[in-house]
């Protein structure tokens, strides 16, 4: 089989999984007729749980899947579904009164937790541009300015730059800053500056101007020069304020996704500079991933250091993103180990992670590919933005290589 007939079964077989699979899961289960909105919890075997909190995180992310996947499919589920999201988003979430959103609501859209996590309001920025994107509401647009131009003016680093990672409601820096009880309590974080980049990059090619281009400018360059390790192979997972290591974790989900984003958004400024290092930079994190994270069955490891395997576990997103980057990364060098590693994860996901039962996919199974079948479906950071991006990014990468705009990066690194 050729390269091309592969990627064309590859984009085929992922866009039936979107419309047979994701998409009627995330149509069906995850609408609340009873309190508005969405399910905050939705248990293995798919059962609602009413009651269950709404994490701003969850909200926005489905958000932007509901927008994205519209914007590409243009089905009525997929358009009621956004327009039902953006309204329970700027109706319940926005902060009226100090701007950004809320970290948590009850079940019945009461602010539970008004922690403002700059990682939380970087979600809202993208799910707000992709549906302004996709439906062409001005009012979102305006929503996703106004939370970029609060986290710049309130959690920028002006003397080493980069931003600091959570605030109170009426944005004074919060002490305990992290995300979950599994991160280091660090200044700042190779997570946050991510999801910065990925909102910065979108909120750019759909509204530019100069000053949002210098912030995206500068976060390109936070990375290459601070945040990806000095032997370009890996990411610093936490930070110090002056951008000193704080971690030697390896999160190759992490790695492997940063390596494409990090180019989209040297793509959207359009600057021959950063396209050029973004674009070696990937392909050196790519290899790293190719050598270090992959597993026999295709799978990507979750995590290790420098002495090996810390976490063995094959969580869900990861699998989506590598399909992501290592397309990404035969597209910038033509090197077809990058094509089979792409195809190795849709197999891995295909034979291990989608629930044939109850639909959608496991969070996580282990290393022998068993998986946490009494996981949740739908929780705070169990949602669809993942996989569909996967779906999408597929679809438009397989488009580009079909036409032929190859880009191929031969230099080595110096």
């Known amino acids: 089989m050729s390269d091309s007939e592969a990627l064309h079964i590859l984009s085929k077989e992922m866009e039936l999984e979107f419309h047979e699979n994701l998409l009627p ?9 009873k309190n508005g909105g969405f399910i905050g919890r939705v248990t293995s075997d798919n059962q609602k749980v009413y009651d269950a909190d709404k994490g701003g995180i969850l909200n926005a992310r489905l958000l932007w899947a509901f927008s994205a996947g519209y914007k590409i499919f243009k089905t009525q589920d997929l358009e009621k579904a956004a327009h039902r999201a953006y309204h329970y988003f700027k109706e319940f979430f926005i902060d009226t009164n100090y701007g950004g959103f809320f970290w948590m609501l009850d079940s019945e859209g009461k602010s539970i937790d008004d922690k403002k996590h700059i990682y939380t309001q970087a979600f809202g920025v993208y799910g707000l541009v992709e549906y302004y ?5 001005q009012e979102a647009l305006k929503l996703a300015y106004n939370i970029y131009s609060l986290i710049e003016k309130h959690a920028t680093d002006d003397t080493y730059g980069g931003y600091f990672e959570a605030y109170t409601r009426d944005w004074k820096l919060c ?5 979950s009880e599994k991160d280091e309590n660090e200044p700042k974080s190779m997570n946050t500056h991510l999801h910065v980049l990925e909102a ?3 909120l750019y090619k759909h509204a530019p101007n100069k000053e949002l281009g210098n912030r995206l400018q500068s976060l390109i360059e936070y990375f290459c020069d601070y945040i990806i390790n000095k032997e370009k192979t890996h990411l610093v997972t936490f930070l110090d304020v ?4 704080k971690s030697e974790e390896i999160s190759f989900g992490h790695d492997i996704e940063t390596s494409w984003l990090l180019v989209e ?3 959207a400024l359009g600057d021959e500079h950063l396209l050029h290092k973004t674009r070696k930079y990937a392909l050196s994190i790519a290899y790293a991933v190719l050598d270090e994270g992959i597993d026999k069955d295709g799978g990507l490891i979750n995590e290790a250091n420098p002495s090996g395997i810390t976490d063995s576990d094959k969580d869900w997103w990861p699998q989506a993103e590598a399909i992501i980057g290592f397309l990404n990364a035969y597209e910038l060098s033509g090197d077809t180990r990058f094509l089979n590693a792409a195809l190795n994860s849709w197999g891995f996901i295909k034979e291990f992670m989608i629930d044939r039962k109850y639909g959608e996919w496991f969070e996580k199974v282990s290393r022998e590919g068993v998986p946490y ?3 949740d479906k739908v929780r705070l950071w169990k949602g669809p933005y993942h996989n569909t ?3 999408l990014e597929v679809k438009t990468r397989v488009e580009r290589l079909s036409e032929k705009k190859l880009v191929f990066v031969e230099e080595k690194l110096n």
């Open 25 to 33: 899961y995330w149509t069906e289960f995850v609408i609340d007729e």
């Open 133 to 137: 994107s996709a439906l062409g509401d």
């Open 175 to 179: 002490d305990d800053v992290r995300l």
């Open 200 to 202: 910065y990059s979108s």
């Open 242 to 245: 002056d951008w000193s290591p």
């Open 265 to 267: 958004a040297a793509e």
């Open 373 to 375: 079948d009494t996981l």
């Open 389 to 391: 991006r996967a779906v």
